[in-house]
T-cell receptor, first 112, second 112 residues
Framework: ETGVTQSPTHLIKTRGQQVTLRCSSQ?????VSWYQQALGQGPQFIFQ???????GRGNFPPRFSGLQFPNYSSELNVNALELDDSALYLC???????????FGSGTRLTVV | GENVEQHPSTLSVQEGDSAVIKCTYS??????FPWYKQELGKGPQLIID???NVGEKKDQRIAVTLNKTAKHFSLHITETQPEDSAVYFC???????????WGAGTKLIIKP
């Protein structure tokens, strides 16, 4: 059974650019959630995808968007990057209705 | 909405001693309380969780207790070992149950 894999592991972008982060869910999991974790803080919920549709969203602006594909993998897109977007972005998968999330190791995004 | 507070922010204990981390939550409708362990450079890992229909749950050296009346839950680690050193997070679900609200984390340091 494979876990959650995220790519890339590290990324440096310039303010104003766009970025796409990728996530492969754990085998058997059909729901993917994305979290933003600033240094020294707990993760903040961005949104969740189930059956290729957004299934809930946290307090993040529309420039944060996502996709889920038929194989349950997912992408997080962030447009017009700001310095405050620098953080660890975590992907977590679960089975629909289950609350026990499995997290990937994250993508460390630095905006300069 | 849900608000989760976690204490202490840093906890240093002698190897072999016990460690206790406490969290309070605000939404009395919350019914699921997970604890995650995050090691440096990795994503959070679920170590134990408890549902609101029980007051205590144990898994070897780890236990979680829940007091629904007081709206707080605690993580107990006995016979601490060097590999227990990490940041621990508590969490509780928002209204819809798919969004976890996280505490700010506790850095646990095990002194040899």
């Amino acid at each position: 059974e494979t876990g959650v894999t995220q790519s890339p592991t590290h990324l440096i972008k310039t303010r104003g650019q766009q970025v796409t982060l990728r996530c492969s869910s754990q085998s058997g999991h059909n729901t993917v959630s994305w979290y933003q974790q600033a240094l020294g803080q707990g993760p903040q919920f961005i949104f969740q995808y189930y059956r290729e549709e957004e299934n809930g969203r946290g307090n993040f602006p529309p420039r944060f968007s996502g996709l889920q594909f038929p194989n349950y993998s997912s992408e997080l897109n962030v447009n017009a990057l700001e310095l405050d977007d620098s953080a660890l972005y975590l992907c977590a998968s679960s089975s629909q209705g289950a609350l026990g999330y499995t997290f990937g190791s994250g993508t460390r995004l630095t905006v300069v | 909405g849900e608000n989760v507070e976690q204490h202490p922010s840093t906890l240093s204990v002698q190897e072999g001693d016990s460690a206790v981390i406490k969290c309070t939550y605000s939404d009395s409708a919350s019914n699921y309380f997970p604890w995650y362990k995050q090691e440096l450079g990795k994503g959070p890992q679920l170590i134990i969780d408890i549902r609101s229909n029980v007051g205590e749950k144990k898994d070897q050296r780890i236990a979680v207790t829940l007091n629904k009346t007081a709206k707080h839950f605690s993580l107990h680690i006995t016979e601490t070992q060097p590999e227990d050193s990490a940041v621990y997070f508590c969490a509780a679900p928002m209204d819809s149950n798919y969004q976890l609200i996280w505490g700010a984390g506790t850095k646990l340091i095990i002194k040899p």
